[in-house]
Each structure stands twice: as structure tokens, then as C-alpha cells.
């Protein structure tokens, strides 16, 4: 086979074969295809697209072009979820225990956050002690012993993505369904969950804009989903404003902490109630509403938090701060944003506030970066709320106070005040089973 013929034949729009996606990923994994041409191929299929059936194809041979996680030793339907990525979504530590309280086993690899947008394990390792790097033996025998276990995804996990995706992010080639589909899939396969949830994010800040589109990738996924056998839902929320009130990694395992003790902003203890029904139903735990039942419960009686507490113990976490999240950001200097005009607050971009607490040094620019784990931002104001001039509209939370005044800057740019009420976007767009 030659990858000249397989880029010929997709720039003229026609599907590629099972045998030639899957010698296309052998050669990206071991490395024997350059990257000029596998470029090539990558933009044609923005501009030509796949079918279903090579995107299927494509994705189970990246799913097992490395370790395939086996979750055969572990009882129960084991539950996963994935969220496209977004602002202020720390919501894997707050279903993650509702779901193993309510007795659906969560084995589960989490990535970390790469510029505006922040990621689990940056959360977890704002907690003093948290290990997200065990050996497969611990992971698995933490599932089976409590049920949950929350770690950075294998270094050797669906390895032919890994050099795709660096590769799209240098030529153009991030922004096509399948490509995304393809990507998030194989690694999601390869982790091993028999049922996973999709959190499809859409808005300003996430990778689809408008709900239309991010249904398309919902389905495409969903679909890859069930080819591969296993149990699929996918709930599509709005990624247009921060979910929650608090940014940054100590903070949000703060706002996390509070859900759990049945505190907490009505945005995320939605969603996150949402897509936890979805996990428990997807783990046979009932009807949608009856797990949503459950769900409330977990939160009520304590046993969610206390399972949060027990996850962190096991992995090496000092649970006690759980107590006093507090303390995972307070050492900060805190700087209030004031509200530059009166009226209503019509417009706050995800992407925006995101840029702003990577700036105050709650992400990274550059993979090699160094988190502070007290850095961030609170929102007192979001989109929807009347402000008056001068009133407080956010905290920044940093130890780098040169960083402030740009921070700040780039808080209000992304801040649209007006002299109406916005009109009211829904949370959750649209479910797909
Ligand atoms: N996340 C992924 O893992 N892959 C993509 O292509 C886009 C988002």
C-alpha cells in the first residue's frame, strides 16, 4: 500500500477501506509515515470528511494501537464520562462519587488542562498528597475496594492519537467531526468503561460553537460508541459562560466540595445531576428519573462526599482539607474586578475568563509550566445578573500580582455590559441516546 493512493483517494472524496485505515494508524504508530503526508491526508479529510464507517474503523485501530485498560476484574457495569472541555468544569469530582455512592464503579483516566480550558487532574492535584500516577495493578484493586478511582491517563494510551493530535494542532486540522470523534473515542475505548457519558460542550468556549454542531459530534461519538460495543448517552450543554461560580484548580475542588454538601450554584449541580443520571442509567441503576433520585440522595445523606473523601485517602490525598477547601486558595492575594458600567451583565466568554486565570497562573502556556494551585478567578457576577457601576464583579485569586493588571484586562474584554436582560440560554441543549 502506498499513502500517496490513500491521499488521492480521499482528496477525491471517496471512502477509505478498513484495511487501509487500519495500515494508515499501524504506519502513524510505528512511526514509519512522515508527517508531510500524513498532513495531507489530515486536511483532505477537512475538506472531504469520512463516513461513519471509516470513522468506526479509524478509531478502534487507534483504540488499540497501545494499552487497552481491562476492567474484566472488576464487578458491576463500570461507568465512565468525558467532557469536550471547557471552563470552570469540575464536574468529574462531583459525579464521579455520586455515581460510585450509588454503587456504579468508576475507573477512570482524566486528562490535564493545555491552555484556556482546565482538566481533572490539575484539579485533584491541588489537594495536597493526591497521586495521579499509579501502576494498573493499584488503579484496578482502588475500584474494587472503593469503587472509585480518579488517575492521569497512561502515558501509552492510544498512542497513534497522541502523534495525530500534535500534528493537528500544528497544521489546521483540529476542527472536523470526525477527527475530534476519532480522537476523543479511541482513548476513551481504550480506557475500558462499559457505559460512557458524553459532556458535549458548545459556545464560545468550546470546540463546537453552536448546538447543531456540537449534536453532530455527540452522534458521530455515540455511534462509534455502540460499534465498539459499549453503552452510550451524550448530554449537550452550554459552554458559553463558566460553569459555576469558581476558576482555578484549589478553588473549583472548593465549589466541588460544596455541591457535595448540597451547597453550591444551581449551573453546575444541574449539569452534574444531568449527567450522572445518565451514568447510573447507562450502569442499570434504574430510570432516568429514578437515578436522578438516587443522585440527590447520594448528596443528601453525605455518602457522595464521604465517597470523595475516601477516594482521596486511598490515593495518597490529605482528605482533611476536604473539610476546609478553603485553604487550597486562601494563602492567594485576592484583587477585586469592578464593574467598569451599570445595567445587565450580557455577555461573560468562557474562553475569555479562562485566558484570564491562566494568566493569574491557574493553566499552563506551555506543557513544561508550573500550575499554582491557588490561583483563579470567582465570579460574583455572570451572564443574566444586573450589576451597578463599580460593584464587584470578580475576585482574582494569585501569587504573581505583575500578572493582575492584564488578567483584569482580559476579564473585561470578554465582559459585555448592557442596558438589557440578556434572553436566557438554555443549560442543557439537547440529550442523545
Ligand atoms: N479532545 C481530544 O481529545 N481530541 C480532539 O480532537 C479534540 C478534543
Redesign the pocket.
Known amino acids: 500500500m502506498r499513502m500517496i493512493d490513500l491521499i488521492e483517494k480521499k482528496k477525491a472524496g471517496k471512502a477509505l477501506s478498513e484495511e487501509e485505515l487500519r495500515w494508515l494508524i499501524a504506519g502513524v504508530t510505528d512511526g514509519s509515515l512522515p508527517d508531510y503526508q500524513l498532513s495531507a491526508f489530515l486536511m483532505a479529510v477537512i475538506f472531504r470528511g469520512m463516513t461513519h464507517q471509516e470513522t468506526a474503523w479509524m478509531t478502534d485501530a487507534m483504540a488499540k494501537s497501545g494499552d487497552q485498560v481491562d476492567l474484566s476484574s472488576i464487578d458491576g457495569i463500570k461507568v465512565d464520562k468525558h467532557s ?2 471547557g471552563v470552570g468544569d469540575k464536574t468529574t469530582l462531583i459525579l464521579a462519587p455520586i455515581a460510585a455512592a450509588c454503587g456504579a464503579p468508576v475507573a477512570k483516566m482524566s ?1 490535564r488542562g493545555l491552555g484556556h480550558t482546565g482538566g481533572t487532574v490539575d484539579k485533584l492535584e491541588a489537594i495536597p498528597g493526591y497521586q495521579t500516577s499509579l501502576d494498573r495493578e493499584t488503579f484496578l484493586e482502588n475500584v474494587r475496594r472503593h469503587g472509585i478511582c480518579v488517575v492521569g491517563q497512561s502515558g501509552n494510551l492510544a498512542p497513534a ?1 497522541k502523534k495525530l ?1 500534535a500534528l ?1 494542532d500544528v497544521t489546521g486540522t ?1 476542527d ?1 467531526i470526525p ?6 473515542m479511541s ?1 476513551k475505548i481504550a480506557a475500558g468503561a462499559d457505559g460512557i457519558v458524553l459532556d458535549v460542550k458548545c459556545g464560545s468556549g468550546a ?1 463546537m460553537k453552536t448546538p447543531e454542531d456540537a449534536a453532530t459530534l455527540a452522534r458521530e461519538m455515540v455511534e462509534i460508541g455502540w460499534a465498539c460495543g459499549r453503552k452510550m448517552a451524550a448530554v449537550i450543554t452550554n459552554m458559553d459562560i463558566p460553569l459555576g461560580n469558581f476558576v482555578g484548580n484549589g478553588l473549583e475542588v472548593a465549589e466541588a466540595v460544596a455541591v457535595l454538601r448540597g451547597q453550591g450554584p444551581e449551573d453546575l449541580k444541574e449539569v452534574c445531576l444531568t449527567l450522572v443520571s445518565q451514568m447510573l442509567t447507562l450502569a442499570g441503576k434504574g430510570t432516568e428519573e429514578e437515578c436522578r433520585i438516587l443522585a440527590e440522595k447520594a448528596i443528601a445523606d453525605g455518602s457522595a462526599f464521604q465517597k470523595l473523601k475516601e477516594m482521596v485517602k486511598a490515593q495518597g490525598g490529605d482528605d482533611s482539607v476536604l473539610e476546609h477547601p478553603e485553604c487550597l486558595y486562601e494563602k492567594a492575594k485576592v484583587f477585586a474586578v469592578k464593574a467598569p458600567a451599570g445595567g445587565w451583565v450580557q455577555k461573560m466568554d468562557a474562553e475569555g475568563i479562562g485566558r484570564a486565570s491562566m494568566l493569574l497562573g491557574a493553566g499552563r502556556e506551555t506543557k513544561e509550566d508550573l500550575i499554582d494551585p491557588a490561583a483563579g478567578i470567582v465570579l460574583l457576577k455572570k451572564t443574566g445578573q444586573p450589576v451597578r457601576e463599580g460593584e464587584t464583579l470578580a475576585k482574582l485569586y494569585t501569587n504573581r500580582p505583575d500578572r493582575v493588571k492584564a488578567a483584569e484586562k482580559t476579564l473585561l474584554e470578554s465582559c459585555i455590559i448592557g442596558e438589557k436582560a440578556p434572553e436566557k440560554l438554555p443549560l442543557v441543549f439537547d440529550l442523545i441516546r
Open positions: 469536550t472541555g486528562g492519537d493530535y493537528r483540529v472536523s477527527l475530534i470523534a476519532a480522537s476523543i482513548k470546540f
